[in-house]
């Protein structure tokens, strides 16, 4: 292998395809300090459910751990045509760009899909089960580029759209489903991906309300069993946000029980305490999330 090829492969390895493509096209400029405004989609991954064996191993048998299931994680993106900003311990940041991918935001769920159906996956190759992929996905405008010192250079990408999709994966905690979307990404995908809302939410430090969208499968893979689940799920959000919380309680907790589903019990827990002690006439519907 020749200096050179040597060269090219080790920045594939430690920067990324997009950043070889980059340097290849741009020559010296893209060497230098500084980030470009771009617009797409950005893919959010916390890998969850790692056992405390692992916790509490050796730090190298953990790395190793983690490099089986990344490895994993890498094919899939690079199968939908994603690019890997960085990896940062047991989370992934991934981006889909405009100019470079037709339709971004559907390959980003699709991507979202995958990775969802792979926990058995990651469950065998690891040896462990529970294993399970939580991610986050937003679309709007973000910035690509180099960020650090001029001899000392990071590949990577940041705004609000990459700030977003990571505090959308911290807030799925709460929801407890596989794939959070925001609004955006919800208009792009309408034609081509099965998703229902899953509230509508004020997150601090953000102004205006956020309606966010649970990931639920490809347009044709809904079963009847998930349809039904979502039409019913979908007529207690109604009279929940007309304020008859007595009536959608009935709703959501048949929907909690009869399918298993821990969103609704979210909304369970609000009908009650709003039947008992309703908001002001001002209520409109918002959840406001302080953290």
Not at 31 to 51: D, F, H, Q, R
Not at 264 to 275: E, G, K, W
Request: aromatic share 8%.
């Amino acid at each position: 292998m020749t200096k050179k090829k040597l060269m090219q492969k080790a920045l594939r390895l430690y920067a990324g395809e997009e950043a070889v493509s980059r340097v290849l096209s741009l020559g010296n400029i893209a060497l230098e300090p500084g980030v470009i405004k771009t617009s797409g989609t950005v893919l959010y991954i916390e890998l969850t459910g790692m056992p405390q064996f692992w916790v509490q191993g050796e730090l190298s048998e953990l790395i190793s751990f983690l490099n089986k299931a990344l490895d994993q994680i890498f094919n899939i993106i690079e199968k939908q045509s994603g690019c890997i900003a960085h990896f940062d311990g047991d989370t992934v940041l991934c981006f889909w760009e405009n100019r470079s991918v037709k339709e971004p935001a559907i390959s980003a769920c699709c991507a979202a899909l995958d990775l969802i159906g792979s926990s058995e996956l990651l469950s065998k190759i690891l040896q462990v089960s529970g294993i399970r992929c939580r991610i986050a996905i937003s679309s709007g405008v973000f910035y690509i580029g180099n960020v650090g010192a001029k001899q000392r250079l990071k590949f990577d990408i940041i705004g609000e759209t990459v700030n977003l999709g990571i505090r959308l994966c911290s807030i799925s905690k709460m929801y407890d489903n596989s794939a959070i979307i925001c609004e955006e990404t919800e208009k792009a995908v309408q034609g081509s991906m099965n998703s229902r809302q899953l509230d509508t939410i004020r997150v601090f430090g953000r102004g205006g309300k956020l309606d966010i969208f649970d990931l639920v499968s490809l347009k044709g893979n809904l079963s009847e069993e998930q349809q039904l689940m979502i039409n019913l799920f979908n007529r207690a959000q109604s009279l929940f946000k007309n304020r008859q919380f007595t009536d959608a309680l009935v709703l959501f907790e048949e929907c909690a029980t009869k399918y298993n589903d821990n969103i609704s019990n979210i909304f369970v827990h609000r009908c009650r305490i709003y039947a008992k002690d309703p908001p002001p006439d001002t209520w409109d519907g918002i959840y406001k999330i302080e953290t």
